[in-house]
Each structure stands twice: as C-alpha cells, then as structure tokens.
C-alpha cells in the first residue's frame, strides 16, 4: 500500500464549487505539504504543517485553505474555485527529526476547473 | 529568499549518452541540496542528496557534488537509459529545516 495517498485522482469541476481534495499517510511524520504543479513553473507550495495544531501558508495560499485533522490526514480546499486553479497538485510529508527534510509524495490529484 | 535555478528542457539524448543537469541556488547560510525525479504520472520521489560543501550525492548512476564556491548542485549520469526519461527537480532545504525551495524542472528525453 502506498505510504501518501490522495483522493480524488482526477476531478473536473465548474467555477465557484467548493472542491476539497483529502491526503493520508501511514508514514507517521508529523510534517505535510501541499503544492501546485503548473507546466514550466515547477512546485509552489500551497500551505504546510508541522503538527496538527500547527498550519503555516506558503508562497501562493491565496484562494485556498487547509485542515489538519489528525497527524495523518491534511486536507486543502478551494472555497470557490476559478479556472486558474487547474493544476497538478501534491501532498507530500516529512520526518521532524530528519535532518535534511527529505519529503514523500503522493501521486497527485489532477484538477480541472472549467 | 532562496531560489534554485535549473536549465530549462526538453533535454533529449540517446541511450548510453552522457547527462549533465545544470542546478545553481541562492540561499542565506549553508542549505541541504537535493535532486528529485518525476516519472510520468507520478509523484516526486527523492534520487539523491547532499547536506554538507562538497558532499557528494549518488544513485542509480546519477550523480551531483555540492560545490559551495560556485553555489552549485549538477546531476550527472554517464550513460542513460530510455527509463531515465522523466522531469528532474533540482531543490534546496533551508538551515532551519522547514520547506523546500524547488527549481522548475528540466524534462530528459532518451531515444533508444
């Protein structure tokens, strides 16, 4: 079984629609991350969290929000969505004690806003 | 703020070619520097890293020295194969340890 999972894989939707794209990991890392991937513009980050009490915006959170509901899941949402949110996104976690912050994918969710 | 700037792609070779991936970073203080590969329809995955100057880091052939007088991260490989084909991200990890700072990525191409 994949250690970082997202659901849905895929999901098209239409302008304005809430759309909450989940991740879980069974790796036991305190630290989770999601990030935008545009074509050309390689990973941006979104927002992240070192613990579930603890949610920090990165570089480009406008538009979107986070909740930590437990050490394993971490989910973003988009409130309202516009179409130039359609991107590749990824979840991704690391090791609080790893000295160098090696970071673990998930496989991505493809979103498609129209 | 930190930065990483990587050659822009497509590169395309041919089997048993040689790589050079060409990576250089901005960054306050003494960062950790990583290469990362994407493999079509797949999340990143770590191929090699280096946390300290001139740490070498290596895997699966491909290769990158962290050169801190030239504020550089190359990844090299000797001989290619066509399953190298993939986008590699060059990214570099603050002395605090918090967030990675990715480059845009480079495409590789191999032709048998």
Redesign the interface.
Known sequence: DAD?TQTPRNRITKTGKRIMLECSQTKGHDRM?WYRQDP????Q?IY?S?DVKDINK?EISDGYSVSRQAQAKFSLSLESAIPNQTALY?C?TSDTD???????????TRLTVL | GDSVTQMEGPVTLSEEAFLTINCTYTATGYPSLFWYVQYPGEGLQLLLKATKADDKGSNKGFEATYRKETTSFHLEKGSVQVSDSAVYFCALSDQGYSTLTFGKGTMLLVSP
């Open positions: 970082v991350y050309g513009l390689g990973l980050l992240y070192f990165g990824f991704a790893g000295l160098d912050n090696e970071q673990f994918f998930g496989p991505g």
